[in-house]
């Protein structure tokens, strides 16, 4: 008795496990839509930042991409169709006109969704070195002396501003220097200005960078990737 008892308590242990996981599908369906539809939206704005990176060094350097970013790139599409198939889960598939919900059609959406969900938190990974700069070039971009495209400063708060920072940054005491304002106001322009401008003062500064990072980065990466670019 003692011995069919047990392999009888094992055996409801077995069956058990994935009776209780399909229901959770059923359960957490809408739970499980939106964490997927939160994960999807960071992985869309790391590809945007990435792409942006790419144009840059495409357009203003002639970089070309290696096969490993395009690559990631077209999973990101992949995976952004399947998204948009899922359609609206507002009626959670209901049954019976409507009067009692589809349980099977709520198990399949859920289990698409989770699978969905993996993939997305496995790109995410897959593109944070590509989120940081890395591997998105054939060859790493170099330090030209043409400088950078700017438009011209329009009026004088905007000279008194690019002179201003120059101050600044010439100054010995001043280690860190931070530049904000609301969007279009100009910020770019000037640092960009500014940045061609300490190019051309070879006797005051014998590196001069402008590195651009995408909203999610780290630092070390950042770093590493600055050394390395100087031989440092």
Not at 30 to 46: A, K
Not at 135 to 141: H, K, M, V, Y
Not at 145 to 163: I, N, V, Y
Not at 180 to 205: A, C, H, P, S, W
Request: glycine residues 8%; aromatic residues 6%; hydrophobic residues 30%.
């Amino acid at each position: 008795m003692e011995i069919a008892s047990g392999l009888l308590s094992s055996a409801c242990q077995l069956a058990c496990g994935p009776v209780c996981q399909q229901l959770n599908y059923i359960r957490k369906l809408r739970e499980n839509e939106e964490t997927m539809q939160s994960e999807w939206r960071t992985l869309s704005s790391q590809k945007n930042d990435i792409c942006t990176n790419m144009n840059t060094g495409q357009v203003q350097y002639g970089k070309t991409s290696t096969e490993a970013v395009k690559d990631w790139l077209k999973k990101v599409e992949e995976i952004e169709k399947r998204v948009n198939s899922l359609g609206s889960g507002s009626a959670h598939h209901m049954c019976c006109k409507g009067f009692c919900p589809n349980y099977y059609s709520r198990l399949k959406r859920s289990k698409k969704t989770m699978g969905i969900l993996s993939d997305v938190k496995d790109l995410q990974e897959k593109g944070k070195p590509f989120a940081e700069g890395e591997n998105l070039f054939i060859d790493s971009l170099p330090e030209t002396s043409s400088g950078l495209p700017a438009t011209t400063l329009h009026g004088t708060s905007a000279e008194r501003k690019k002179e201003e920072i120059l101050q600044c940054i010439m100054d010995p005491e001043v280690g860190k220097i931070g530049v904000y304002g609301m969007g279009g106001v100009g910020k770019t322009t000037i640092m960009r200005q500014i940045y061609n401008q300490l190019k051309e003062k070879k006797d005051d500064f014998d590196i001069v960078m402008w590195v651009t990072v995408s909203s999610v980065f780290e630092l070390a990466k950042v770093q590493g990737n600055y050394c390395r670019t100087v031989g440092l």
